[in-house]
């Protein structure tokens, strides 16, 4: 069930993340969610496309500096507490968190938000567990 995440490093100096998303675009490959973190050198664009495969090909064939990860993504009810209830849950079985970020679309009025852990497979399980949509490559990707 893990989603296939991009990871794109980046000089952060103006027009890379233009020509990351143009390298994608011209492919006809489309974002579904993305992450920008940075640094005084450096920026990582963590990408969700509808085709990671091919993206990971098209950046590394553009000479970018890419790498493909495994994510969770997760249905959090979109509530006040919501995502804490979560977040507990993992705490409470040991899961650390790397990074999360949350998708800018919304599924059956449920929030949804990537998470980067240790072991997906054990985390998979934890919210399979106790109820909470985890949901596949495939279905992130036609989001």
Do not use: H, W
Not at 90 to 99: H, K, P, R
Not at 119 to 140: D, P, Y
């Amino acid at each position: 069930m893990p989603v296939k995440q991009i990871t794109v490093f980046l000089e952060n100096k103006c027009g890379r993340l233009a020509s990351v998303t143009r390298v994608i675009g011209d492919q006809g490959i489309n974002i579904r969610a993305f992450s920008v973190a940075d640094t005084t050198d450096f920026g990582i664009l963590r990408l969700i496309v509808n085709e990671p495969d091919r993206a990971y090909e098209a950046l590394r064939k553009a000479n970018f500096t890419v790498r493909m990860t495994e994510v969770i993504a997760v249905q959090i009810p979109d509530r006040p507490g919501g995502l804490a209830d979560v977040l507990d849950l993992m705490q409470e079985a040991g899961i650390n968190i790397e990074y999360m970020y949350a998708f800018v679309a919304q599924v059956s009025g449920d929030a949804l938000a990537v998470f980067r852990v240790e072991n997906t497979r054990v985390a998979e399980q934890l919210m399979l567990g106790k109820g909470i949509k985890v949901l596949s490559g495939e279905e992130v990707y036609n989001l």
